[in-house]
């Protein structure tokens, strides 16, 4: 029986899988939103026993606490500053909806602008129906890029998503996404295609079921390369406990185990810890993989978030990714 663990990238794919063709509900999220400053990023340098700064996102917000603008920065290590690398800009419209988003790409050294690029949103009756996507050559000149179209049932849930590429003086449909409901509204099936990067084209089929409090209790995932992921979740008092990931063995007609996660609250119900199991060398035993430590402020305001190896020799935790967050009249320095 071949039960090994999943490759690093296969593990990458399938968690891409199940998180980022989520339902187009919000065209960002709400979470930067709420007075979020800025968020740091660093790695665990073991060498020289230090944290090295990443990459760093910072946020604008409007008198409303919408958000306005946010940039993407990374740490230059020769010149000890950040660089900024991506910044967006929003405009809203009486609904309150982002109606348009411009994008300036800089670049890495210099932080000067080396591109840019406009999103247009469009709605009707404040559900989003197209998206379109300029390439901004100068003051005077914009060339669109690519255009998305979403459609709706009669109660307002989207059932498809049709995204068109603009290439010699024409579009072409480089991805589509559809959605099936059942009676009750749950999401039961979503498959999806893509290839508008323009190399491989990449498909998959994702399935849900749910508990009688419709709850997600069973998430599967399959691609074009009919690899096929499983993501089963345990919860107690409404509270997801576990989650493990499996993946289908064809030859042996079986699901193999990749890695659990389990979950811990305070008293608040937010999680303050995440702890990642996976299996051993020959498939024995589960052994510790990463944790997470979430980090709050009265208030129920996150400061960080601490990820850390276990090292299986020396049997302890070592650090090896940080993240910290900043907020508006939260805190100071």
């Known amino acids: 029986m071949n039960c090994n663990r999943v490759s690093r990238f296969v593990v ?5 899988l199940f998180f980022s063709h989520s339902s187009n509900s919000q065209i960002y999220n709400s979470y930067y939103q709420k007075g979020l400053l800025s968020f740091t990023e660093s790695t665990w340098d073991s060498a020289a026993y230090q944290w090295i700064n990443k990459i760093r996102y910072t946020f604008a917000h409007n008198t409303n606490g919408t958000l306005s603008g946010e940039t993407l920065n990374t ?9 900024p690398s991506t910044q967006n800009i929003f405009k809203y419209n009486v609904q309150n909806s982002i109606s348009e988003k411009y994008n300036q790409f800089r670049s890495a050294k210099s932080g000067k602008v080396s591109s840019s690029q406009k999103t247009k949103y469009t709605y009707k009756k404040n559900k989003l129906i197209e998206e379109q996507i300029f390439d901004i050559r100068n003051k005077n000149m914009c060339l669109i890029i ?21 290439m010699k003086k024409s579009f072409f449909t480089c991805a589509t996404e559809s959605c099936q409901y059942d009676t009750i509204g749950n999401l039961i099936k979503k498959e999806w295609e893509s290839g ?8 998959g089929v994702n399935t849900l079921e749910y508990d009688s409090l419709r709850r997600v209790v069973c998430e599967i995932s399959k691609t074009l390369t009919s690899e096929k992921f499983q993501k089963t979740y345990k919860y107690k008092d409404d509270k997801i406990q576990k989650i493990k990931l499996q993946k289908w063995d064809a030859k042996d007609s079986l699901w193999c185990d990749n890695y659990i996660e389990f979950y811990l609250y305070n008293i608040y119900d937010d999680v303050i810890e995440k702890l990642q199991q996976v299996r051993n060398a020959d498939n024995s035993k589960w052994i510790n993989g990463r944790k997470t430590i979430y980090v709050y402020i009265p208030g129920r305001i996150i400061i960080a978030e601490i990820e850390q190896k276990w090292d299986e020799v020396n049997f302890c935790w070592f650090p090896v990714f940080k993240r910290e967050y900043k907020w508006i009249d939260k805190m100071k320095n």
Request: charged fraction near 20%.
């Open 12 to 16: 990458i794919l399938s968690l891409l």
């Open 146 to 166: 690519s255009m998305s179209r979403y459609d709706y049932d009669t109660i307002g849930r989207q059932i498809n998503k049709i995204t068109s590429k603009y």
């Open 196 to 203: 508008c990067s323009g190399t491989d084209i990449l498909s």
């Open 75 to 83: 740490w230059n290590s020769n010149l000890k500053k950040w660089i």
